[in-house]
């Protein structure tokens, strides 16, 4: 049995206050080039009948260097926040922007308001079955409405990526549970906290699985989950000490426990490693082949 941490939510909670000073919706000054657009659709986690979290807050971020896919496929990497978190400050302050521009994949970002500021990680709607789904296909349609993703065609829903950061694990569980869309990969933050089995069945099936850890409960089940995956015959690959895996590792591996030198409140972006993940992705990028082509330059 896979243990979970009495600490969680005091340790989580360092992450509100890394960011304390990001006003909610307020403009940038230098935003990273691309689009943003704040949407407010029914599919959104809030509100719920059974819920006092009112917030319908979704993010989607088009990076300029977007291209509307001619069998009108829309690839996209939803994020979900961490405790004591929002939408905003994780998309501004985690520079996930930033690090989809850097990656050159053509896909959008979608960033859905979880609870707000708060130290629970329930989704509400996206713990549902197939609530995932209805949340991104509405979301395209919004954007492809607004024209927001060029192109002339309808836009469907592609490929999925799920990443998250902390607190965010549940929603990345319920996703590979029952989300109902194509989730090829998902990219743990220093968030493995539970749900243990979830990862480790999407794992079994061959299918992409991230956990970058830097230490406490996280680690703990990062390792454990490592072995059981090794027994079950699925390719794993963990860093340790000061060894660290190459590009070819990160593109090959199916299970990747890396060990991170950030702080959990800055394990998504501090040595960039959304950025690593998605170039290594099974995504589509133009401008990447550089990078595949030093592949054994470590990460």
Not at 166 to 195: C, N, P, T
């Amino acid at each position: 049995m896979y243990r979970r941490s009495v600490m969680f939510a005091a340790l989580a909670g360092l992450f509100g206050l890394s960011f304390a000073g990001i006003a909610e919706g307020a403009p940038e000054e230098n935003p990273p080039p691309g689009s943003m657009v704040e949407l407010h659709p029914k599919s959104a986690p809030f509100p719920t009948k059974d819920s006092t979290y009112k917030d319908d807050t979704v993010l989607a971020f088009i990076p300029e260097h977007f291209n509307f896919p001619a069998n009108g496929k829309v690839d996209v990497i939803v994020h979900f926040h961490g405790h004591k978190g929002t939408a905003h400050r994780a998309i501004r302050g985690h520079m996930l922007r930033e690090q989809l521009n850097k990656s050159k994949q053509n896909a959008i970002l979608v960033v859905p308001q979880g609870p707000v500021m708060a130290s629970d990680g329930d989704f509400g709607k996206l713990m549902r079955k197939n609530g995932l789904s209805k949340l991104l296909n509405e979301v395209l349609g919004s954007l492809a409405k607004d024209k927001k993703l060029g192109g002339s065609g309808k836009p469907k829903l592609g490929r999925v990526i799920a990443s998250a950061h902390s607190g965010g694990y549940r929603a990345a569980a319920m996703a590979i549970k029952h989300g109902g869309v194509d989730l090829r990969e998902v990219y743990l933050f220093d968030a493995l906290y539970g749900e243990l089995e979830q990862f480790e069945a999407f794992a079994a099936k061959k299918k992409k699985l991230v956990s970058y850890f830097v230490g406490g409960e996280p680690m703990t089940n990062s390792l454990a989950l490592a072995d059981t995956l090794k027994g079950r015959g699925v390719k794993v690959l963990v860093e340790s000490g000061d060894v660290r895996l190459d590009r070819e590792d990160l593109v090959k591996g199916k299970a990747l426990f890396l060990r991170g030198r950030a702080s959990h409140g800055t394990a998504t972006f501090e040595e960039g490693a959304l950025r690593d993940c998605l170039l290594a992705s099974c995504l589509k990028g133009n401008g990447t082949k550089e990078w595949h082509q030093q592949k054994d330059k470590k990460r």
